[in-house]
């Protein structure tokens, strides 16, 4: 059922700070920010070669990882995300075999403009799962 690991997700207290690491220090490609009010994030995509990594810094009110910068004010390793053929095929034989769906388990569109889905972390060894439609 999985693919290819679409992308490794760090959530950051601050993005311009984040991206000036990856970018001046790390020397890599860092794509321009894009704010996601929908998903309550600001995420910037830094080019790795064999995948990417997604910097996600909080944006408005009841943000999802204003709880997880709050535990990890530094910042830390927030999800994976893995791409799928059929996503909805994909959560329906999760959810047969018990793990939970978040959200009202409707896909919604992703920083790619590609359905996602989320999978509770508690199910799947204490790590937040994104699935991507490829
Ligand atoms: C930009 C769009 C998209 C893309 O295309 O790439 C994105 O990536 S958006 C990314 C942000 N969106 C999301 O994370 C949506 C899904 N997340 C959620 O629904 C929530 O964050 C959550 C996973 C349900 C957690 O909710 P929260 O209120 O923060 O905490 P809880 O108290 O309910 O947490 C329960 C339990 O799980 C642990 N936890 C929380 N987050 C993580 C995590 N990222 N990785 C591992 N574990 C996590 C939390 O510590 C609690 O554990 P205990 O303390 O042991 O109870
Ligand atoms: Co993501």
């Known amino acids: 059922m999985l693919g290819r690991l679409n992308h490794v997700a760090i959530a950051v207290p601050d993005l311009a700070a984040a991206t000036a690491t990856y970018r001046d220090t790390l020397g890599a490609p ?8 929908e998903h ?3 995420v910037v995509f830094v080019d790795v070669g064999n995948t990417k990594v997604e910097l996600l810094e909080p944006l408005g009110e009841g943000s999802p990882i204003a709880a997880f910068l709050a535990k990890n004010p530094s910042g830390g390793m927030h999800h994976v995300c893995y791409e799928v053929d059929d996503i909805l095929a994909a959560r329906d034989r999760l959810k047969a075999a018990g793990a939970r769906v978040l ?5 919604k569109l992703g920083a790619h403009g590609k359905p996602v889905l989320f999978l509770h972390p508690k199910d799947f060894s204490g790590t937040l799962v994104e ?3 490829s």
């Open 30 to 37: 860092v794509s321009a920010p894009q704010a996601l009010p």
């Open 131 to 133: 699935l991507e439609q």
């Open 103 to 107: 959200g009202d388990g409707e896909p």
């Open 40 to 42: 309550g994030v600001t």
